[in-house]
T-cell receptor
Framework: DQQVKQNSPSLSVQEGRISILNCDYTNSMFDYFLWYKKYPAEGPTFLISISSIKDKNEDGRFTVFLNKSAKHLSLHIVPSQPGDSAVYFC????????????FGTGTRLTIIP | DAGITQSPRHKVTETGTPVTLRCHQTENHRYMYWYRQDPGHGLRLIHYSYGVKDTDKGEVSDGYSVSRSKTEDFLLTLESATSSQTSVYFCAVTNGGEQYFGPGTRLTVT
């Protein structure tokens, strides 16, 4: 039972345009959501998070949107840069982050120069 | 960088042999986790620890055991390695909220 789903295994975007990565979840007890970025041969690095009391959180070029009624979140990257090419994982937890994380399967983002 | 190191970084072992992977942290994080990453599965939690000598199972714990005798070290042991345990293993730490990951150990079981 995949509680966190990333239905697009890959995404290609032109440099300078907006990248939108999507994530769906099924467990209504999740109240804290995170995005991680992973380069080959490295560990995942934390990118941005959002708690269920918000519907948007922004950090520079990165914005995460949360739609609780649809159990959907998305990561927007604008403008996209070549260094953004990586695998992006969506993750979720309960108790505002004080519980185990459940990860999605990841989306490989490729930025085309 | 959350002060996490993993050793070894790469290991090739034979089926049936025991293997221990080590995670070491320097910033006194209370919670530590072991994940494995496999294509098509993302990261899956194997075991986690919420303090010295306090550990619990994750979603894919069969065939693995862990120990945490000191705050800074969390060991993952494969008692008898199988080919299905070929994977990349990541350690993570947190004091609540976001988790921070180590560089990973690539394990190949032949």
């Amino acid at each position: 039972d995949q509680q966190v789903k990333q239905n697009s295994p890959s995404l290609s975007v032109q440099e300078g345009r907006i990248s939108i990565l999507n994530c769906d979840y099924t467990n209504s007890m999740f109240d804290y959501f995170l995005w991680y970025k992973k380069y080959p041969a490295e560990g995942p690095t934390f990118l941005i998070s959002i708690s269920s009391i918000k519907d948007k959180n922004e950090d520079g070029r990165f914005t995460v949107f949360l739609n609780k009624s649809a159990k959907h979140l998305s990561l927007h990257i604008v403008p996209s840069q070549p260094g953004d090419s990586a695998v992006y994982f969506c993750a979720a937890s309960g108790n505002f982050g004080n519980e185990k994380l459940t990860f999605g399967t990841g989306t490989r983002l490729t930025i085309i120069p | 960088d959350a002060g996490i190191t993993q050793s070894p970084r790469h290991k090739v072992t034979e089926t049936g042999t025991p293997v221990t992977l080590r995670c070491h942290q320097t910033e006194n994080h209370r919670y530590m986790y072991w994940y494995r990453q496999d294509p098509g599965h993302g990261l899956r939690l194997i075991h986690y620890s919420y303090g010295v000598k306090d550990t619990d199972k994750g979603e894919v714990s069969d065939g693995y055991s862990v120990s945490r005798s000191k705050t800074e070290d969390f060991l993952l042991t494969l008692e008898s390695a199988t080919s299905s345990q070929t994977s990349v293993y990541f350690c993570a730490v947190t004091n609540g909220g976001e988790q921070y990951f180590g560089p990973g150990t690539r394990l190949t079981v032949t």
